[in-house]
């Protein structure tokens, strides 16, 4: 199984950017799709972004289409979310995770390997 580290997270004024990254080691990274879910206080966890093994499809949430993106080096063994234009609706734990998907997927059930979560807060 992979195991994944989360980073990047912190505060920053509305209209601002963040980059996110997820670090994996264990199992061989490139058998996994990934994706990146939030989670709000009293929020249930929702789906931001997913990617697919070797990079080449993508697929957002509509709340964060053209303003979020996602991308792999799987050289590196890490996952990126650059996020641009944040709102203080963005504010979240944000967490990455892993999936023996073919393509990508929006739903966390599909998702079997959990980051611990990083922090965004954006104010206004």
């Known amino acids: 199984q992979v195991q994944l580290v989360e980073s990047g997270g912190g505060s920053v004024q509305a209209g601002g950017s963040l980059r996110l990254s997820c670090a994996a080691s264990?199992?061989?990274?490139?058998?996994?799709?990934m994706g990146w879910f939030r989670q709000a206080p009293g929020k249930e966890r929702e789906f931001v972004a997913a990617?697919?093994?070797?990079?080449?499809?993508?697929y957002y949430a509509e709340s964060v289409k053209g303003r979020f993106t996602i991308s792999r080096d799987n050289a590196k063994n890490t996952i990126y979310l650059q996020m641009n234009s944040l709102k203080p609706e963005d504010t979240a734990v944000y967490y990455c995770?892993?999936?023996?998907?073919?393509?990508?997927?929006?739903?966390?059930?599909?998702?079997?390997?959990w980051g611990q979560g990083t922090q965004v807060t954006v104010s206004s």
């Open positions: 990617i697919s093994r070797s990079g080449t499809s993508r």
């Open positions: 264990g199992r061989i990274f490139s058998w996994y799709a």
């Open positions: 995770a892993a999936g023996p998907v073919t393509g990508t997927t929006h739903e966390l059930k599909q998702y079997d390997t």
